[in-house]
């Protein structure tokens, strides 16, 4: 049985190699491994500003190579130019790499650029920010931004000028540290498909205004920017009531709050025991000296005899609402009769307006890669532009699929003996997953954002992640019943509340544990300074 096994395994790695090879004989236009050293293939900028070192460095648990992002906190660019520049205007083409965030990533990124054709005398060495690319894709990920940038540079043949053109609601970028294939495919119908892991995230349409911000075609008409507002124009729609007069029994200085005359000193009542004792168990250090130090004096701590009682101390009766209390007078509001509604200039046609067929795409010849990243780890391999997908497919089940796995394997593992540890449990990452993917669905793109946010920190919550994220979830799938079979309208304004509350919720739950463990160091401070330092601080007092 195992020799069968074997067997098959051999003849199936043989078929995949045999696909391979006879895929890749016209359509792979760059394959780069890293199996060797990028030295003299790929060159690192020379720009001041880059002072991030690359690696040919092997992932963790794997043989394999790929190129590392070395340390945190700088600015790295390396680049590599093609043979020839290669067309986007008439066939498929497929973009592809793999990246590994070996110790996460908390703000940076981690995409590329296809740069195309540079000016004259542009040199590799030279390559930054400002070298003008075709297209950028790839994760970033860094505060409220958390997506696989898809941006294309088009150019607009009525004024010249390029423009970026973002896709909409691009997907997530996976939250572990394990090896992703992202892969952007551009079809000459002009559809776009966005994959990760093989898997279909995203499909646009390049001239869709649906699918890209700013469209690709520009509006017919556009705001008159000589157009001004005129001076009489009201937008005001509600107006203080000027016939309005203030009440003659109206007292704008009565007090919001006033003692409860009603309230009775509890029974029990201790009015001769102070809040506060010195420490008995205290003792005066032994390097206490009174001429230097002053007068030594015990710490304080609660007296103990208030415990019991429901008081000590001076009895003061409690404050209660102001029945007379009114506030500051204000006339009512009423319809401003000279309302004339929210002014907007008026519309002209777009002298830089144009139609086309198909994208007019720069060609693409470099590949680089130019980051600012806080973060080290970040692992790139098998960089692949292609004229078929097959060729992307076959390289994603050769390279990409076994370190997955291996890397999969032994994520579970780690899980599984983490058992109750602190931190997310297998239960709450697979919700985590969950979520996120509802995130992605289109009919919440414009809350997409918000509930990123709620998740992310619930994420630094742990301890109340179960609870939360499975009302968070409930919630969240009930707006979506009500929107696909009920009210649309009213679903998606109870749903936007939703999130934002629960947005309000997770950062309550995080404040609230962040002041919690600054209430703890305090304590901890000051607990240790109590029975240590007394003398430092009447020193300091001195």
């Known amino acids: 049985m195992a020799v069968s096994l074997r067997f098959a395994l051999l003849l199936f790695a043989a078929f995949v190699s045999f696909q391979l090879i006879s895929a890749s004989n016209d359509a792979t236009i760059l394959y780069e491994s890293f199996d060797e050293s990028f030295d003299g293939r790929w060159i690192v900028s020379q720009k001041d500003e880059y002072q991030g070192v690359w690696q ?70 030279e390559f930054d920010n400002e070298s003008p690319y075709s297209i950028m894709f790839g994760p970033d990920k860094c505060g409220a931004t958390n997506k696989v940038h898809f941006i294309l540079k088009h150019k607009n043949p009525k004024s010249g000028e390029y423009v970026e053109h973002h896709l909409k609601s691009p997907p997530s970028v996976p939250s572990d540290k394990l090896t992703h294939v992202y892969t952007a495919i551009l079809k000459p119908d002009n559809e776009l498909r966005i994959l990760i892991d093989g898997e279909e995230k995203k499909k646009a349409n390049f001239l869709s205004s649906d699918d890209f911000e700013p469209p690709l075609i520009p509006d017919k008409t556009i705001p008159d920017p000589d157009d001004k507002k005129p001076e ?152 692949l532009i292609a004229k078929d997908e097959k060729v992307a497919t076959t390289y994603q089940l050769t390279t990409w699929k076994p370190k997955y796995d291996v890397e999969k394997e032994k994520q579970k593992a780690e899980e599984a003996a983490a058992g109750g540890s602190d931190g997310l449990s297998g239960f709450q990452k697979k919700l985590f997953d969950i979520l996120y993917k509802v995130a992605d669905i289109p009919f919440l793109d414009a809350y997409k954002d918000k509930i990123h946010d709620v998740l992310e920190k619930a994420e630094k919550q742990p301890n109340l992640t179960i609870g939360f994220l499975l009302s968070v979830a409930v919630v969240i799938l009930t707006m979506i019943y009500k929107i696909l079979f009920s009210g649309k309208k009213e679903a998606k304004v109870e749903l936007n509340n939703t999130v934002a509350a629960a947005a309000a919720a997770a950062a309550a739950a995080e404040s609230s544990s962040n002041k919690q463990e600054n209430s703890d160091e305090k304590e901890e401070e000051t607990e240790k300074e109590e029975t240590a330092a007394p003398a430092r601080r009447r020193r300091r007092d001195n």
């Open 56 to 125: 040919r460095s092997k992932s963790e648990g794997h043989e394999d190579h790929g190129l590392l992002v070395s340390e945190k906190a700088r600015k790295y660019a390396i680049v590599k130019e093609l043979d020839q520049p290669l067309s986007l205007k008439d066939d498929t083409v497929v973009l592809q790499y793999e990246v590994r965030l070996q110790n996460g990533l908390e703000c940076g990124g981690a995409y590329l650029k296809y740069l195309r054709p540079q000016d004259a005398g542009w040199k590799a060495k």
């Open 232 to 383: 009489d124009w009201d937008e005001r729609e509600k107006i203080p009531d000027p016939d309005a007069v203030k009440p003659d029994d109206w007292d704008e200085d009565a007090p919001m709050e006033i003692e409860d005359e009603e309230a009775v000193k509890p029974e029990g009542w201790l009015d001769d025991e102070p809040e506060e004792i010195d420490d008995p168990e205290a003792t005066k250090p032994e390097d206490w000296d009174d001429e230097e130090d002053g007068e030594w004096e015990a710490p304080k701590i609660d007296n103990p005899k208030c415990e019991a009682a429901p008081g000590c101390g001076e009895w003061k009766r409690p404050m209660k609402r102001n029945p007379a209390y009114k506030g500051k007078w204000s006339a009512p509001l009423i319809d401003n009769p000279k309302y004339k509604g929210i002014w907007k200039p008026q519309q002209i046609p777009n002298p830089n307006y144009f139609e086309l067929d198909r994208p007019d795409f720069e060609p693409i010849a470099a590949v680089g890669i130019e980051i600012w990243t806080m973060q080290d780890g970040i692992l790139f391999d098998n960089i």
